[in-house]
């Protein structure tokens, strides 16, 4: 069985940068998907980001483009989520998310993360 443990969740202000690293043991897999959905509070868990074990394909909500990068170290079987210009939309619980096939969907999702708090406040 994959597990998962996040790191580098925290406060930050309008306009800074966060990097969420998630960190993936255990289990035996070939070309997983491995991402990151939130959850305000009150709303709906949502899609982030999501990027395939090889690297070669990334997905990212329309609300994650061209702000966040996600990417993966296949030696430290880490994926790491850089969050730039956040806003106080982007507060969330982000939760790690692995895959073992296809496209990454919420209802799909093998294994998550215990989840890590992001505040984005002035």
């Known amino acids: 069985q994959v597990q998962l443990a996040e790191s580098g969740g925290g406060m930050v202000q309008p306009g800074d940068s966060l990097r969420l690293s998630c960190a993936v043991s255990?289990?035996?897999?070939?070309?997983?998907?491995i991402g990151w959905f939130r959850q305000a509070p009150g709303k709906e868990r949502e899609f982030v980001s999501a990027?395939?074990?090889?690297?070669?394909?990334?997905f990212y909500a329309e609300s994650a483009r061209g702000r966040f990068k996600i990417s993966v170290d296949n030696i430290k079987n880490t994926v790491i989520l850089q969050m730039n210009s956040l806003t106080a939309e982007d507060t969330a619980v982000y939760y790690c998310a692995f895959q073992y096939f296809g496209v990454m969907e919420l209802l799909k999702v093998d294994s998550w993360g215990q989840g890590t708090q992001v505040t984005v406040s002035s």
């Open positions: 990027i395939s074990w090889s690297g070669l394909s990334q």
């Open positions: 255990g289990g035996t897999f070939e070309n997983p998907s």
